[in-house]
């Protein structure tokens, strides 16, 4: 199983850049790199996925290296209700769905 | 409106009560998931289903049965209850077996058993 490692708690000012780390030391080849947000009361959110080297969308940048060993999830200028938690999951269409298991997250609260 | 729906909502049960959840997706993704989150454990799969009448157990099966006898409801049902089967569960959907689709969530069941 592709383990996951985030760490616990962020903290940020509005207006900043945030970057969450998740290792992934055996991910596999063919598995890809999901990142979610999930908010008070709700069920997690797709924020961004990527295979490798850097994904972009309207919302955030998602950084691989070449190892592929770990992601790192950019958030360009947060702001208070990007307060949340933010998982990574490591998984892939030629992999087990019982792969897609969730770490603890990471809760990130951003001050005003 | 497209989506995967829970429900109920909230639910408060005794111990050794029967007890079911449902889940409905009107997107006719194949697979749909069974995950509780509890604190400081973040999301732990329970069941997943790769399509109808095909289940398998995740990481925390015991004291929880699924069944999916068609393609968009994969109600999950615990026999007899227990306090600590006290959880938020959500249902989640994807595509996972014909591209990389991400899991879709429902916002989830919160649980007690008292």
């Known amino acids: 199983l592709a383990k996951t490692t985030q760490p616990i708690s962020m903290d940020s000012y509005e207006g900043q850049e945030v970057n969450i780390t998740c290792s992934h030391n055996?991910?596999?080849?063919?598995?890809?790199i999901t990142w979610y947000q999930q908010f008070p009361s709700q069920g997690p959110r797709f924020i961004i996925q990527?295979?490798?080297t850097k994904v972009t969308n309207e919302v955030a940048s998602l950084f691989i290296p070449a190892d592929r060993k770990s992601s790192t999830l950019s958030l360009p200028r947060v702001s208070l209700s990007d307060t949340a938690v933010y998982y990574c999951?490591?998984?892939?269409?030629?992999?087990?769905?019982?792969?897609?298991?969730f770490g603890s997250g990471t809760q990130l609260t951003v001050l005003p | 409106d497209a989506g995967i729906t829970q429900s109920p909502r909230y639910k408060i049960t005794e111990t050794g009560r029967q007890v079911t959840l449902m889940c409905h997706q009107t997107?006719?993704?194949?697979?749909m998931f069974w995950y509780r989150q509890d604190l400081g454990h973040g999301l732990r799969l329970i069941y997943y289903?790769?399509?109808?009448?095909?289940?398998d157990k995740g990481e925390v099966p015991d004291g929880y049965v699924v069944s999916r006898s068609k393609t968009e409801n994969f109600p999950l049902t615990l026999e007899s209850a227990t306090r600590s089967q006290t959880s938020v569960y959500f249902c989640?959907?994807?595509?996972?077996?014909?591209?990389?689709?991400?899991?879709?969530f429902g916002n989830g069941t919160r649980l007690t058993v008292t």
């Open positions: 989640a959907s994807s595509e996972l077996g014909t591209d990389n689709s991400p899991l879709h």
């Open positions: 055996n991910i596999a080849t063919n598995d890809y």
């Open positions: 990527g295979y490798k």
């Open positions: 999951l490591v998984g892939g269409p030629s992999g087990s769905a019982r792969q897609l298991t």
């Open positions: 997107w006719s993704h194949s697979y």
């Open positions: 289903s790769a399509a109808a009448d095909i289940t």
